[in-house]
């Protein structure tokens, strides 16, 4: 049975984005199953609006904002019905040796949380952040700046590390 030239699209954007969709998703919304969902809707959008992209880097970032945008939404839709994210979440998380920075990661607001998540986790400068946001890169910088202060905070306080 071969492949329509749909399915082959949709398995090459997953097998090469669905892990950092997934992964930006879940720092949002601290539920798989809500993350898998945003990770599907992502590549529903860009099926649907099939942008022209002049490089990868750009299909990327616009998977991205497509997602962090689709998490937000969520996220209110949640607050909306009073849906309890985290209780799943915590009971499914793998823990790594790093484990513990992620969940301090996971105390900061959303705007510093995002963040840190696309500056170290998937690697983006602060300028591509910025576009992807759509924020100016004085404030993502900021973002960052601030996110960096809570995070040694949390961490001092919850894990008695010293700077």
Do not use: C
């Not at 949640?78 to 915590?90: F, G, K, S």
């Not at 759509?134 to 900021?142: C, D, I, K, L, P």
């Amino acid at each position: 049975m071969a492949l329509s030239v749909q399915e082959i699209r949709i398995r090459r954007l997953l097998n090469t984005y669905g892990d950092s969709i997934f992964r930006l998703a879940r720092s949002y919304l601290h539920n798989e199953a809500d993350a898998q969902e945003i990770v599907q809707d992502t590549i529903i959008q860009l099926l649907r609006y099939d942008p022209d992209f002049p490089d990868s880097g750009k299909e990327k970032a616009w998977l991205m904002k497509t997602a962090a945008n689709l998490s937000r939404n969520r996220i209110r839709f949640n607050q909306t019905h009073e849906t309890d994210e985290l209780q799943e979440q915590l009971a499914a998380e793998e823990k790594t040796d790093l484990s513990y920075v992620w969940d301090a990661v996971r105390q900061l607001p959303q705007k510093q949380r995002e963040v840190i998540h696309l500056f170290y986790q998937e690697g983006y400068s602060t300028k591509e952040i910025a576009e992807i946001l759509g924020r100016m890169e004085g404030t993502v910088r900021a973002d960052l700046s601030r996110a960096r202060a809570a995070l040694k905070t949390i961490l001092k306080e919850a894990y008695d590390f010293e700077e």
